[in-house]
T-cell receptor, first 116, second 115 residues
Framework: EAGVTQFPSHSVIEKGQTVTLRCDPI?????LYWYRRVMGKEIKFLLH????????ESGMPNNRFLAERTGGTYSTLKVQPAELEDSGVYFC??????????????FGPGTRLTVT | GESVGLHLPTLSVQEGDNSIINCAYS??????FIWYKQESGKGPQFIID?????DKRQGQRVTVLLNKTVKHLSLQIAATQPGDSAVYFC??????????????FGQGTILTVHP
């Protein structure tokens, strides 16, 4: 069974540009999460999809970040326009449907975003 | 606010020794705790979890202890091997709350195992 995959693995963009990150969850996982780790900080939750719906987007830092999951399969996270402080590693995770948090979240390898 | 932190940012041990990694949390509503291992270039990998109605849970070479009184979590690795070298994160979750999918991570402890 394939794990969570993320694309690209690394992206370098200039301040003000737009970047779109993609996540493909494990097949059959209704829950999809985005997290990020900026330099020197802990991994922080961004948002949680259940199928195509946003269950919790309390961690989204501002309106420059837009996450979508059309069709309830893969998800994209767009940053527009990117700022220097957006640099970090963006992780995607997925889990089975449970209606609670008591299922293991499987993480992808992450996308390293560098904004110059 | 919620926070999960680690007492020690680095831990260096000899192969074959036992390792103990500690974690403190502040959200008394947390009811689910997880330890993750992250190797270079990879995402966090699940190691073991424990629910708040338990004090101890054992896996293969790993044991997690939960002390709710002092809001403390620890991960014990028996007979540590060089392949255990990685960054270890504790994470907590309020599985019964509205943000039930949100994991709150600690800063991470770097474990280095010397042959």
């Amino acid at each position: 069974e394939a794990g969570v995959t993320q694309f690209p693995s690394h992206s370098v963009i200039e301040k003000g540009q737009t970047v779109t990150l993609r996540c493909d969850p494990i097949s059959g996982h209704d829950n999809l999460y985005w997290y990020r780790r900026v330099m020197g900080k802990e991994i922080k939750f961004l948002l949680h999809f259940v199928k195509e719906s946003k269950q919790d987007e309390s961690g989204m830092p501002n309106n420059r970040f837009l996450a979508e999951r059309t069709g309830g399969t893969y998800s994209t996270l767009k940053v527009q326009p990117a700022e220097l402080e957006d640099s970090g590693v963006y992780f995607c995770a997925s889990s089975q449907d449970s209606g609670t948090g008591l299922y293991e979240q499987y993480f992808g390898p992450g996308t390293r975003l560098t904004v110059t | 606010g919620e926070s999960v932190g680690l007492h020690l940012p680095t831990l260096s041990v000899q192969e074959g020794d036992n390792s103990i990694i500690n974690c403190a949390y502040s959200n008394s509503a947390s009811d689910y705790f997880i330890w993750y291992k992250q190797e270079s270039g990879k995402g966090p990998q699940f190691i073991i979890d424990i629910r708040s109605n338990m004090d101890k849970r054992q896996g293969q070479r790993v044991t997690v202890l939960l002390n709710k009184t002092v809001k403390h979590l620890s991960l014990q690795i028996a007979a540590t091997q060089p392949g255990d070298s990685a960054v270890y994160f504790c994470a907590e979750n309020n599985a019964g709350g509205t943000s039930y999918g949100k994991l709150t991570f600690g800063q991470g402890t770097i474990l280095t195992v010397h042959p």
